[in-house]
């Protein structure tokens, strides 16, 4: 109960775009902390981006900036990560996570800062 759900995953050729949603009942009565994390095969799971639900301080990691936008739209209790111009080095499952907190700051891409997880959706960039 209370788990976030991503959805918006799929296969795609590199330059294609992608739009992630992330859905969480719990976000409209808190502010929390909403991130982006993605685990590649065999590698660690790493922060993507992310954003307050009351909005603002929005963070990126350096091999998305440019690239990707995370969003919210607290109306319809969902977050977004508009995903353009993908890469082979995309890939992955992405993963949503929650931290109730007023405002994201620099420990936004520790994975031990976060209680709430999604179960993931998959992201495969093709060359």
């Known amino acids: 109960q209370g788990q976030p759900v991503e959805s918006g995953g799929g296969s795609v050729q590199a330059g294609d775009s992608l739009r992630l949603s992330c859905v969480g009942d719990?976000?409209?009565?808190?502010?929390?902390?909403m991130s982006w994390f993605r685990q590649a095969l065999g590698t660690e799971r790493e922060g993507v981006a992310a954003i307050s639900t009351l909005g603002g301080r929005l963070f990126y990691s350096d091999s998305v900036k440019g690239r990707f936008t995370v969003s919210v739209d607290n109306a319809k209790k969902t977050v977004y990560l508009q995903m353009n111009d993908l890469k082979p080095e995309d890939t992955g499952t992405y993963y949503c996570?929650?931290?109730?907190?007023?405002?994201?700051?620099?420990?936004?891409?520790?994975?031990?800062?976060?209680?709430?997880w999604g179960k993931g959706t998959q992201v495969t960039v093709s060359s």
């Open positions: 719990r976000y409209t009565y808190s502010p929390y902390c």
């Open positions: 996570a929650a931290v109730p907190t007023k405002w994201c700051a620099s420990w936004w891409a520790d994975t031990h800062e976060y209680p709430i």
